[in-house]
């Protein structure tokens, strides 16, 4: 799935509502998730929506998540939804390096 530029709330449910549907496909096999977070920005008003606390996703199986960012400072916020998840993401400022870690 690809968006890009100013994250709205219609974007974010279309973005949550198709990675449920992949999670659900993979059907409890192990996977890694690649965010490329370089043309993005995330208003504050999306991120302190109130619809946001009441989505859980299922990520038993994760194994690994990396995120390209622009600076080591970029979804700093976004944290806060990974504080229960045994996969903390790993931001990388490469896409070579970001896609590599995903493989080890």
């Known amino acids: 799935m690809?968006?890009?530029?100013i994250w709205t709330i219609q974007a974010d449910l279309a973005y949550l509502t198709q990675l449920i549907e992949c999670i659900h496909e993979i059907k409890g096999a192990p996977w890694v998730m690649f965010?490329?977070?370089q043309e993005w920005e995330l208003p504050i008003e999306v991120f302190e929506?109130?619809?946001?606390?009441?989505?859980l996703l299922d990520r038993r199986n994760q194994i690994a998540e990396s995120w390209?960012?622009?600076?080591m400072q970029q979804g700093e916020l976004l944290l806060y939804f990974f504080r229960h998840s045994k996969v903390k993401p790993?931001?990388?400022?490469?896409?070579?390096?970001?896609?590599?870690?995903?493989t080890l």
């Open 35 to 37: 965010v490329d977070m």
């Open 2 to 5: 690809k968006l890009s530029g």
């Open 90 to 102: 790993k931001r990388f400022v490469d896409r070579n390096e970001a896609l590599n870690w995903l």
């Open 49 to 55: 929506s109130e619809f946001k606390t009441k989505i």
């Open 68 to 71: 390209l960012v622009n600076d």
